[in-house]
């Protein structure tokens, strides 16, 4: 771990940024913006998970408050904000705007609504944008020597509105159009099929399936009038693929930080497990939690292998992902040039070189230290090695999600090459 007067003698060379080089922010600026190692408070024990979800590093910020929803099907106009990233409802996406028209464009439209939209990049094809995004809401944010810092959350899913215009206000912001996506409620095949009466009497839905054997009798009777077996109709019961979910997760989670409920699941599945690129759009484009769920029990089968994005040299793997946040192992973080980072944290990695010394300047984890890390054999970036003398864990590695690719493991089933 380095002191503060080595990070400042590392930035007189280079403008290194939590592993990135920048072409437009000062030192000065750079100082000026984030914390410095003598703001570090010493932590101790095991990392405190809810740390990295505060985003501390963008510095103090003012609460909006507020939590706004649009009715379903709604059509509006708002400020689009186009990165390499992903943020699903529910989850926390940290911003810096630097460029100074960037930020006052932005700032004007906050002024009028917190709420904007994500869009992201179409891999399917060759479409500037995919169809799909998901309402943000700033809940925090501060301006400081005209740089903007916020934090958002997810909201809604929303789909743009086909052939209306993108106006393009900079390189990252434009107006869009967007439809608000509807979250439907599942309900069982069965459900209102059977007389109020007998409902009481024989209840033959439940949320858990594991109370399904105590209520099998009953939704076998009632089925019998219908074409085909009572199984089948378990198979598209919501609880269902929760059970098979849970379970499948369990070869690698820590169940207690896993949702039970099938919507949070849904999307606590796309932003932990590790999916390739055009499984998370094809996930995306699902419109009932149940069809979501039926393509992650699909995905689960498979174990992932993580990549370099350059020469496929194998970085990591599934087991070895470690929940070092409260929102999970894919989390978004921003650097002080603005680049946000999708970043899946790890006990362990292999194939690569640590480059430079290590520094807790503007450390997306509160009390660590980190050093870029390259892969030994193309020397592309892969992410930072993250490494404390006083915190449990001592040492993970947080590996960024544009540098590297997800690919199935040689012995599982389907096993394809990798993503995109
Ligand atoms: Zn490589």
């Known amino acids: 771990m380095s002191d503060s007067e080595d990070n400042d003698n590392e930035f007189q060379d280079e403008e290194i940024e939590n592993g990135h080089i920048s072409s437009s922010l000062s030192p000065t600026q750079y100082v000026n913006a984030s914390s410095t190692d003598e703001d570090e408070e010493e932590l101790a024990g095991d990392f405190n ?128 159009t967007v439809k608000i996506l509807p979250e439907y409620k599942v309900t069982s095949p069965l459900n209102d099929t059977q007389l109020y009466n007998l409902k009481q009497k024989r209840p033959y839905l439940c949320e858990d399936y594991g109370d399904m054997k105590n209520i099998r009798k009953y939704r076998k009777y009632h089925a019998a009038q219908y074409t085909y077996p009572s199984w089948l109709y378990e198979e598209y019961e919501v609880c269902y693929y929760v059970k098979h979910i849970l379970e499948g997760l369990k070869k690698c989670f820590e169940m207690e930080f896993v949702p039970k409920d099938p ?115 193309c020397k592309l970036h892969l992410g930072w090695m993250f490494t404390s003398s006083t915190l449990s864990p001592g040492v993970f590695y947080g590996l960024a999600r544009s540098c590297v690719l997800v690919a199935n493991a040689p012995n599982t089933p389907n096993c394809t090459s990798p993503e995109l």
């Not at 309402?135 to 789909?159: F, P």
């Not at 069809?291 to 990591?316: F, K, P, S, V």
């Not at 640590?354 to 870029?372: D, M």
Request: charged letters at 20%; one cysteine or more; a positive charge.
């Open 263 to 377: 919507l949070t699941l849904s999307y606590w599945f796309v932003q932990n497990y590790l999916l390739q690129y055009t499984e998370r759009l094809e996930l995306f484009k699902q419109r009932t939690v149940i069809a979501r769920l039926r393509l992650e029990m699909q995905y689960l089968r498979n174990n992932r292998l993580i990549i370099c994005h350059n020469c496929t040299q194998l970085i990591g793997e599934q087991q070895h992902v470690i929940v070092l946040s409260k929102d999970g192992i894919q989390n978004n973080y921003v650097n002080p040039g603005g680049n946000v980072y999708e970043t899946i944290t790890l006990s362990e990695a292999k194939n690569f070189m640590l480059i430079g010394r290590p520094s807790k300047q503007f450390s997306w984890f509160p009390g660590y230290a980190w050093t870029i890390m390259q892969c030994k054999h």
């Open 49 to 176: 998970i809810d740390l990295p979800t505060s985003h501390k590093y963008l510095g103090k910020l003012n609460d909006l408050g507020g939590y706004t929803l649009f009715e379903d099907g709604e059509v509006l106009t708002l400020l689009g904000i186009f990165t390499n990233t992903w943020v699903l409802p529910g989850f926390t996406l940290p911003l810096i705007l630097e460029n100074p028209h960037e930020s006052s464009v932005m700032q004007h439209f906050l002024q009028k609504r917190k709420v904007f939209v994500l869009l992201c990049e179409n891999a399917l094809n060759s479409q500037e944008y995919f169809d799909y995004g998901v309402t943000m809401e700033a809940v925090e944010t501060s301006i400081k020597d005209g740089i903007l810092s916020l934090k958002a959350r997810g909201r809604q899913r929303c789909q743009v509105v086909p052939k209306s215009e993108i106006k393009h206000l900079t390189e990252r912001l434009q107006k869009v």
